[in-house]
């Protein structure tokens, strides 16, 4: 059978949405500073449903919004919090599975070139490497230009582990850096990500581009979101002004899922407001068809 590799869905998003009273700009790693109770059982629920690669919770911990939020010295402490709360999901479910570092934007989601330097953007996120050091595996995602994910790619691959880039692109087609596909692919093909992918677009955008995507990079794949818009967040705004559309149900969000496999993809998941009954509707979709693997088993 064709090995694919089964991220998990939206776990930020997921964890917000479960959390009790939490607003904050860190996102759910206030919930994880607070109520970590809910990001492991968030972590349990999408290995039961079947995902085979789990990201850490520190999508909104980088140095410079911990900066932002008076709490950078307490950086290490919280990226361990994300590794104990997931290694004792794992312990639960006793299930075999990857644990992915996440590199992130590092100021804020949905914005377009940063005006910082390579070695600026490259000296934080081998920061973000070190404290996750201890991943199976790294995602480079949602990024929207090519400085960063170059940045991210270098300080990846310095560690020698497996790393996927994801870049999320706009209605056009574009990053919202303007670039296209084919010069966000030229700028990090370079470091020799496992997979570089599409993720936290529309699931009709990601079908759209999934065909020129394959035919730029050797192994390529996609995780949606099923927000009705990011606009507010990219305005500034926390994720609590996002909604989540009513259409994208998990059969629905499936029949995206075989279409991107169909047009190449190898890793698929979800991203915001995926969850675990979506993660658990494709799991059962491909059982049979497909040998769903970790992402550091992709090429093996």
């Known amino acids: 059978m064709r090995p694919i590799v089964l991220l998990d869905g939206g776990l930020g998003q997921e964890i917000y949405r479960r959390a009790r009273g939490v607003s904050s700009p860190l996102w759910s790693v206030a919930v994880m500073r607070e109520q970590p109770e809910v990001v492991k059982a968030v972590h349990v629920d999408f290995i039961r449903a079947g995902a085979r690669t789990l990201s850490l919770n520190t999508y909104a911990a980088t140095p410079t919004r911990l900066r932002k939020q008076g709490l950078l010295e307490q950086m290490p402490a919280i990226h361990q919090r994300a590794f104990r709360l997931l290694e004792e999901a794992i312990e639960i479910t006793g299930a075999d599975v990857d644990v992915a570092g996440c590199l992130p934007p590092l100021a804020a989601s949905y914005q377009g070139q940063p005006d910082r330097s390579f070695d600026d953007l490259s000296e934080e996120y081998t920061e973000l490497v070190r404290v996750q050091a201890a991943a199976d595996v790294f995602l480079a995602e949602t990024m929207t230009n090519s400085?960063?994910?170059?940045?991210?790619?270098?300080?990846a691959r310095a560690l020698g582990k497996p790393f996927g880039v994801a870049f999320r692109i706009e209605?056009?087609?574009?990053?919202?850096?303007?670039?296209?596909?084919?010069?966000?692919?030229?700028?990090?093909?370079?470091?020799?990500?496992?997979?570089?992918?599409?993720?936290?677009?529309?699931?009709?955008?990601?079908?759209?581009?999934?065909?020129?995507?394959?035919?730029?990079?050797?192994?390529?794949?996609?995780?949606?979101?099923?927000?009705?818009s990011v606009e507010a967040v990219a305005g500034g705004s926390l994720v609590d002004a996002l909604e989540a559309r009513t259409d994208v149900s998990p059969e629905a969000y499936v029949e995206h899922v075989r279409r991107w496999l169909a047009d190449g993809a190898a890793v698929v998941g979800g991203c915001c407001e995926i969850t675990p009954a979506h993660i658990s509707a494709i799991a059962s979709a491909l059982a049979g068809e497909y040998e769903l693997v970790r992402f550091s088993q992709l090429g093996q």
């Open 147 to 155: 400085l960063e994910a170059r940045a991210a790619s270098a300080a």
């Open 171 to 228: 209605a056009d087609g574009r990053l919202r850096s303007g670039e296209n596909l084919a010069e966000a692919i030229s700028a990090v093909k370079y470091y020799a990500p496992s997979a570089v992918m599409l993720n936290c677009c529309e699931p009709e955008l990601l079908s759209a581009a999934m065909p020129e995507l394959a035919g730029l990079y050797p192994s390529v794949g996609g995780y949606a979101n099923a927000f009705e």
